[in-house]
């Protein structure tokens, strides 16, 4: 089993900060990607930001330049700096990863999410 924990979503006055931390646990034998995805209410699940074991990274268009990712392949962790935060960021953001696991000494691929957590940016 692969299990993966967000945590530092709250509520932030516009143009303000937050930093979302992720962890993944469970028997991984590697990460190949990491990332961020938010859904607002009402709308679909956005693409926020993705990152390789290499560093390569991937901003939706909607946050480059305000968020960066970042990740630990030692700590199998990401996290997500969202800067100059605007009331549309609204969302539950989800955390997620894909890679190999072992289930029962048998390398096994596994894409996997995080229960998500509020970030809500209002005045």
């Known amino acids: 089993q692969v299990q993966l924990v967000e945590s530092g979503g709250g509520l932030v006055q516009p143009g303000g900060s937050l930093r979302l931390s992720c962890a993944v646990s469970g028997s991984i034998f590697s990460i190949n990607f990491m990332g961020w995805y938010r859904q607002a209410p009402g709308k679909e699940r956005e693409f926020v930001a993705t990152?390789?074991?290499?560093?390569?990274?991937n901003y939706g268009d909607s946050v480059k330049g305000r968020f960066t990712i970042s990740r630990d392949n030692a700590e199998n962790a990401v996290w997500l700096q969202m800067n100059n935060l605007k009331p549309e960021d609204t969302a539950v953001y989800y955390c997620?990863?894909?890679?190999?696991?072992?289930?029962?000494?048998?390398?096994?691929?596994?894409?996997?999410w995080g229960q998500g957590t509020q970030v809500t940016v209002s005045s």
């Open positions: 990152i390789t074991r290499d560093g390569i990274t």
């Open positions: 997620y990863a894909a890679g190999l696991y072992y289930n029962n000494y048998v390398k096994s691929p596994f894409n996997s």
